[in-house]
Nanobody, 122 residues
């Protein structure tokens, strides 16, 4: 599956953004989906993942209560709603497809898309 993330931008601390991950080829409904991020000079970090039917979600502790991952399989799209953003959320965000939400949480994926930059100013 070919994935493309979008929706990034520059926002002030405390603001919100919604990221989208669309499939240009293939069907996201057949995959668990996840979001990762990478800040300058840092390793790639898992953010969140969701099961194929959307019933199971996982989050890294630093975003729990602020970020929500959800999907619309009819639109072949997965989203990451990010609220109460902090400067430490600044990173390039990537979406990925995998075998299960748990496998994605462990850092394993089948397909990886181009990222979208999120910058949070203080």
């Amino acid at each position: 599956v070919q994935l493309q993330a979008s929706g990034g931008g520059l926002v002030q601390a405390g603001g919100s953004l919604r990221l989208s991950c669309a499939a240009s080829e293939g069907t996201v409904s057949t995959y668990a989906m996840g979001w990762f991020r990478q800040a300058p000079g840092k390793e790639r970090e898992y953010v969140a993942s969701i099961s194929r039917d959307g019933s199971v979600t996982y989050y890294v502790d630093s975003v729990k209560g602020r970020f929500t991952i959800f999907r619309d399989n009819a639109k072949n799209t997965v989203y990451l709603q990010m609220n109460r953003l902090k400067p430490e959320d600044t990173a390039v965000y990537y979406c990925a497809a995998g075998q299960s939400a748990l496998v994605l949480r462990r850092g394993m994926w089948d397909s990886w898309g181009q990222g979208t930059q999120v910058t949070v100013s203080s």
